[in-house]
């Protein structure tokens, strides 16, 4: 098993070192055969370039924006368990794949990655009985479980916000009954199909041996006869035609009864329902109107908070939709897994002060005043946005795609505050101390604040906004 798991952290999931973790064995099963989608109707000679604001296409647009942030969770997992397969795990649900080194230019699996933190993450399947999550005590160093369920709602997050000191948790599905075992807290999933994602604080480069030895200590467990069903082998695109969108989603809500309630609204367009029991026009409407729905949500987390001085702050829902399914998919897209306000702030930026979108043409300034209001720690992350709408990092000669608060380059000034100079090409001098590397093209700023105060959550305080400079030589 350690083998395994050194197999997984160096090569699946680009790790540098084993975790020591000891994460449940699945049982062994025989791999589901892949998924016979519907024929695909043949798509029209020409897409329009909008879409309407038709009642067929609001209903449309509504079932789209339900089943969205599902069918991302969905591609996710099939992504992560596929490369598990692919190294020797035929079946990794329950099971904490760990990523022990930090996120790069070369990190695609989910939209804006942050470069703070080493990451943990476990598909659960709930329906089959409960799973016992053992969280190790680490004061003093940042660490969440972040429990979601598979419309991207978190149901929960321990960690550093429930006290530091560990503990033993048992995760249950919506329908399970019964006591926690003894020593255990009962912790419920709202879906049978959830995602554990876990978080563990990098403090600089010499301290990445100690973070992988924390994550380590994140284990698993369930009973001998809960046997999770292998997941399917077909094969979930980033860009689906609109029969595959629906067979994925569909498919979801199968196995949970109290989602597919949720879907009743949607079941005359195919949501909860299937393909086949679609009309020729609706298939045809769906295939015309797929690609721009999703073009709709491209914004992402810019388009989902309010800017001020060319800062995009988040809105309260982010985390706990509710309703919000607008919220729900436009985050999805560009911040698949996002926490909720109170565990984590995210300012994104897409324009200076002026309103001018940021560019590597030009050389900006970004000042980070002293004594932020946060009580965890902060970065400043650089990121390029895909066609799409996705944000990645931004290859660059230093490897450098955040600073924060552990930045043991960065400098301040003499009232405690730090200058961030952003631009494309490297400074001399000793301002490269302080220097984001910027693509050539147009790019986006995230900040992140964990366990943000009171002056950050009210917004009383406010990031100064990124004002053009001189390019440095």
């Known amino acids: 098993m350690r083998l395994l798991s ?11 070192a084993a975790t020591g973790a000891t994460p449940v064995k699945p049982a062994p099963h025989t791999a589901t055969p892949a998924r016979k989608p519907a024929a695909i109707p ?23 924006r339900f089943a969205f942030p599902i069918y991302e969770m969905m591609r996710t997992r099939a992504g992560q368990l596929a490369k598990a397969r692919a190294f020797g795990l035929p ?8 990523k022990t080194s930090l996120a790069d230019a070369s990190s695609r699996e989910v939209t804006t990655p942050n470069n703070d933190t080493l990451y943990g993450s476990a598909w659960l399947d709930l329906a089959g009985g409960p799973v016992t999550l053992t969280i190790p005590a680490l004061p003093g160093r940042y660490n969440s479980a972040a429990l979601m369920a598979v419309t991207t709602d978190v149901t929960t997050i321990l960690g550093t916000r429930t006290g530091g000191q560990g503990g033993r948790y048992t995760l249950v599905g919506p329908g399970f009954s019964g006591p926690a075992p003894a020593g255990t807290e009962l912790i419920r ?5 959830a995602w554990l994602l876990i978080r563990v604080l990098v403090n600089g480069p010499d301290d990445l041996a100690a973070a992988s030895a924390a994550l380590g200590q994140f284990t698993l467990e369930s009973s001998a006869d809960h046997k999770p069903p292998v997941p399917t082998a077909a094969e979930v695109p980033m860009a689906p035609d609109a029969p595959t969108f629906l067979a994925i989603v569909n498919e979801a809500l199968a196995r949970d009864p109290d989602l597919a309630a949720k879907a009743s609204d949607f079941k005359a367009i195919g949501i909860g329902a299937g393909w086949d029991t679609l009309s020729p026009g609706a298939q045809k409407l769906w295939t015309r109107s797929l690609p721009l729905l999703r073009a709709e949500l491209k914004g992402g987390l810019a388009d989902a908070g309010d800017v ?6 988040p809105k309260f829902a982010v985390g706990n939709y509710g309703d919000d399914n607008d919220l729900r998919a436009e985050v999805a897209l560009g911040g698949l897994g996002a926490l909720p306000r109170v565990e984590a702030m995210y300012l994104s930026a897409r324009t200076d002060k002026t309103g001018a979108a940021l560019e590597g043409s030009k050389a900006y300034s970004v000042r980070i005043p002293a004594n932020l209001p946060v009580g965890g720690f902060w970065s400043l992350t650089m990121y390029q946005q895909e066609p799409d709408g996705r944000l990645f990092f931004v290859p660059n000669d230093l490897n450098r795609f955040a600073v924060g608060d552990r930045s043991p380059q960065l400098r301040s000034d003499r009232d405690g505050s730090y200058e961030i100079f952003v631009q494309a090409s490297k ?13 050539k093209g147009k790019f986006v700023l995230v900040f992140r604040g964990y366990l943000p105060r009171a002056e950050l959550l009210d917004g009383s305080f406010r990031l100064p906004p990124v004002v053009t400079s001189e390019l440095i030589p």
């Open 308 to 313: 001020v001085d060319g800062w995009s702050y």
């Open 42 to 64: 043949a798509r029209p000679a020409a897409i329009p370039a909008t879409l309407s604001d038709s009642p067929e296409i609001t209903q449309m647009r509504q079932g789209f």
């Open 91 to 98: 079946n990794a649900v329950n099971f904490i794949l760990p």
């Open 189 to 193: 999933s709202a879906s049978n199909d």
């Open 427 to 439: 400074p001399s001098g000793e301002r490269v101390v302080n220097w984001l590397p910027a693509p």
């Open 6 to 16: 050194l197999i997984l952290t160096a090569s699946l999931l680009a790790g540098s």
